[in-house]
């Protein structure tokens, strides 16, 4: 199910109002860390999750020490 919504200005920066009931499907309140990760589908909104945060954070490294590696494998 699908929600739209409005990017508004929030001070200098823009930002986009959660419903409440958006906040209630994803346990998450005010003040709380939320994730946007791209996916080949679209992005995907996902409350913070330390364990994850953790592993985006080694692969991020692996991604940056095996670099040519990787680029040349994606030819």
């Known amino acids: 199910m699908g929600h739209e919504l409005k990017i508004t200005a929030i001070g200098n920066s823009s930002g986009v109002v959660l419903s409440k009931e ?21 992005y995907l909104i996902t409350p913070y999750d330390e364990k994850f945060a953790r592993q985006v954070e080694a692969a ?5 020490d095996y670099r040519d590696v990787l680029h040349e494998l994606a030819k």
């Open 22 to 42: 958006v906040m209630t499907r994803l346990k998450v309140n005010r003040g709380d860390v939320i994730y946007l990760t791209e996916t080949p589908e679209g």
């Open 60 to 64: 991020e490294g692996f991604m940056h």
